[in-house]
């Protein structure tokens, strides 16, 4: 069973930065697509960055140029980098893997079966 845990949220100032982690565990395939969803009060969840195991990435428009997804050498660990955060920015954030699906998927949140707890991430102005 797939183990993920999130690390890294809290509260930042507009225009602030925060690193996100999300570290793996349980997995029994080497191909895969993971990434972040968020979700804010009374919105449906949404996806923001996504990496799969060859390092290909797809990251939503809202946030292109300010957000950087990476992962580590071991494979294990997905790193989100959120730069010049807003308040629209704040939601919970999940981390979410599965195994490799058609890139066009990738940020259909009921494609994935595998989810982190979830991280907050709030931006005050």
């Known amino acids: 069973q797939v183990q993920l845990v999130e690390s890294g949220g809290g509260s930042v100032q507009a225009g602030g930065s925060l690193r996100l982690s999300c570290a793996a565990s349980?997995?029994?395939?080497?191909?895969?697509?993971m990434g972040w969803f968020r979700q804010a009060p009374g919105k449906e969840r949404e996806g923001v960055a996504v990496i799969d195991f060859d390092g290909r990435t797809n990251y939503a428009d809202s946030v292109k140029g300010r957000f950087t997804i990476s992962q580590d050498n071991a494979k294990t660990t997905v790193y989100l980098q959120m730069n010049n955060l807003t308040p629209e920015d704040t939601a919970t954030y999940y981390c979410?893997?599965?195994?490799?699906?058609?890139?066009?998927?990738?940020?259909?949140?009921?494609?994935?079966?595998?989810w982190g707890q979830g991280t907050q991430v709030t931006v005050t102005s």
């Open positions: 349980g997995y029994t395939y080497n191909s895969y697509c």
């Open positions: 979410a893997r599965d195994p490799l699906m058609p890139y066009g998927r990738w940020f259909q949140s009921a494609e994935y079966h595998s």
